[in-house]
């Protein structure tokens, strides 16, 4: 049996507990149940191609990592049944509370312009991340990096079967603020995401979990990726892909994780 990193054997188990959802949730439509199998069914044989294929910097430390990260998520999103309407009235009501849609009114429009970017931006931190870890970690162990963001990914996105919730953008009649970069999003979503609203925030929690790494960088690095993080956080919340609660539990998953694997 070929050796499992740690990410790999991460994925596998998450790829495993999809396909025991997908076969036992009441009431999944058999077309999401079908496409959640035949999802977790290509991301265990990623994991098994991983495995076998000989250690190769490109395809072990680039390549291999993120691919089976957006097939966590794709086939998280198979599992989706029906909204929750009370999740969501609690989500809603934080957010009510916390002033989130008059904050996001009040912006500039370079901040809102910004923040659109930077919600976008966490697909290009992640290897930028990756970069200055192997470059300024005096040891650095580039399965661990992966592990704790792949174990992230995959908390995040497990819950999504048990906290079913759309993005507020779906429910609020109008946008708080208008960006010239909002139609790229929109279009980056509509073709990549599931199209229903993750609780906790995958976004939130990979980009503080890829700072938290990088605290034996240089302060320049550390300081640009915990800006990052916090601008891709208040992009996602600001902006109505997410909820506030939804950013917040993400933060509490990424520094779960960093603590325990990190």
């Not at 044989?45 to 794709?74: D, N, Q």
């Amino acid at each position: 049996m070929p050796y499992l990193r740690a990410w790999e054997l991460a994925s596998a188990v998450f790829f495993v507990y999809v396909t025991a959802v997908a076969a036992f949730l009441p009431r999944l439509p058999p077309r999401s149940r079908i496409k959640a199998l035949g999802v977790s069914a290509a991301g265990l044989l990623v994991v098994g191609l991983s495995a076998a294929l000989p250690a190769s910097r490109v395809l072990h430390e680039w390549l291999l990592p993120p691919c089976l990260m957006v097939l966590t998520y794709w086939s998280s999103g198979w599992l989706f049944v029906a909204a929750m309407p009370r999740a969501e009235r609690a989500l809603a009501a934080f957010d009510r509370a916390m002033g989130t849609r008059r904050i996001a009114a009040r912006m500039p429009r370079a901040v809102v312009e910004l923040l659109e970017v930077s919600y976008a931006g966490v697909y290009p931190a992640i290897p930028l991340a990756l970069a200055i870890y192997l470059t300024f970690s005096p040891s650095p162990d580039v399965d661990r990096f992966w592990t704790v963001l792949v174990v992230t990914d995959c908390v995040c996105f497990g819950l999504l079967p048990w906290i079913q919730t759309r993005p507020p953008r779906a429910l609020e009649p109008d946008l708080p603020w208008h960006s010239r970069l909002r139609r790229f999003n929109e279009r980056l979503l509509g073709t990549a995401s599931i199209h229903v609203n993750t609780f906790p925030s995958g976004h939130a929690a990979e980009a503080l979990a890829a700072a938290l790494l990088l605290l034996s960088a240089p302060p320049a690095a550390i300081a640009w990726m915990f800006l990052c993080a916090a601008a891709i956080s208040a992009g996602a919340v600001l902006g109505r892909y997410h909820y506030a609660l939804d950013a917040i539990a993400g933060w509490i998953v990424a520094l779960a994780v960093w603590g325990w694997l990190g």
